[in-house]
């Protein structure tokens, strides 16, 4: 399912909110704490979501909720797109412009793979994954070029 499909942008879907700017991650960790960081990130004004295959993903509608199997991404049953663990040239090679979301995660290294993916990605949205405000700051930058 492309970006456009999961948002409505599309002819028959028009009007539906846009992508969330942010995902915020509420499946790296054990059920009680993903729960925790799921509310908070909802209470704090956050309207989209990564959950882990077996949260149950309550979708009020006005959250986009992608479910995480493995490092592929779902919106309901469709595949959305896919997490991307960047470790070296070949791993950033491999990231595909499927049209879907791409959510990036690096190891040290942050600005150089963000921006030759967005020169080399047309249809698919990139995310990256961060952990520190910095490093979202950082993100937020290039990903705005």
Known sequence: MSPEEM?????????APPLPRVFVRA??????QNEAI??????????????????AAKNPGRFTILTRTGDRLFSGDSPAGQIYHITSKESLDAVEDNGGIA???TTGWRVLPLENLISRLQ??????????PEEAALAAEILEK
């Open 7 to 15: 948002t409505g942008a599309g002819a028959e879907g028009a009007g």
């Open 27 to 32: 499946d790296t960790l054990d059920a009680k």
């Open 38 to 55: 799921k509310e908070a990130a909802l209470s704090a004004g956050f309207t989209g979501l990564i959950t882990s295959s077996d949260a």
């Open 103 to 105: 959510v990036i995660e």
């Open 123 to 132: 249809k698919t949205k990139i995310y990256a994954a961060v952990n520190t």
